[in-house]
């Protein structure tokens, strides 16, 4: 079956580096999506891996792993803001895509 | 620039009621649409997508149904709601190129069943 695997609850500290991991399983792969979803709204967009490597976008980064079926979403100089919901999501042959339940970053001062 | 809109943004409704949400996508053409459910600690459900008019795949059987009258305006119905339809309902869409793939959403329904 197709899963995705991320941790339910994360805390960090102002200014402070945090790493959200996710291990996926899909029936064919067409790209890894991190999503930011702040309580209440809508998701938006942050990244997306197709090919092996850390992609960086700012304070952001986002690394794949295909062998592994694993990324993770790297966020720098956290700030306040930050507290919201980190959902991966997986593209299957089908470019169909297939969430994580999401995990939730809180920032503390 | 691409805008998405859906309504309305809450509402309550009585089991076995009827439902309309709608949504309409501007500044652009022959947009993917999709209709998502988010429960609590769970992830997006694919509900409905479509690929043009009248086109219209379902990704689970359920009493909810979906229709796309307009190129850029997609609806999801139910005649009848049931208290498992309560949840948050993400109307998005993409552009036909199914490579990005990346989503954009409209700000969301939340449904309360009573």
């Known amino acids: 079956g197709q899963n995705i695997d991320q941790p339910t609850e994360m805390t960090a500290t102002e200014g402070a580096i945090v790493q959200i991991n996710c291990t996926y399983q899909t029936s064919g792969f067409n790209g890894l999506f991190w999503y930011q979803q702040h309580a209440g709204e809508a998701p938006t967009f942050l990244s997306y891996n197709v090919l092996d490597g850390l992609e960086e976008k700012g304070r952001f980064s986002s690394f794949l792993s295909r062998s592994k079926g694993y990324s993770y979403l790297l966020l720098k100089e956290l700030q306040m803001k930050d507290s919201a919901s980190y959902l991966c999501a997986g593209m299957d042959s089908n470019y169909q895509l297939i969430w994580g339940a999401g995990t939730k970053l809180i920032i503390k001062p | 620039s691409q805008t998405i809109h859906q309504w309305p943004a809450t509402l309550v409704q009585p089991v076995g009621s009827p439902l309309s949400l709608e949504c309409t996508v501007e500044g652009t053409s022959n947009p993917n649409l999709y209709w998502y459910r988010q429960a609590a600690g769970r992830g997006l459900q694919l509900l409905f997508y479509s690929v043009g008019i009248g086109q219209i795949s379902s990704e689970v059987p359920q009493n909810l149904s979906a229709s796309r009258p307009q190129d850029r305006q997609f609806i999801l119905s139910s005649k009848k709601l049931l208290l498992s339809d309560s949840g948050f309902y993400l109307c998005?869409?993409?552009?036909?190129?199914?490579?990005?793939?990346?989503?954009?959403f409209g700000e969301g329904s939340r449904l309360t069943v009573l």
């Open positions: 998005a869409w993409s552009v036909a190129d199914r490579v990005t793939g990346e989503l954009f």
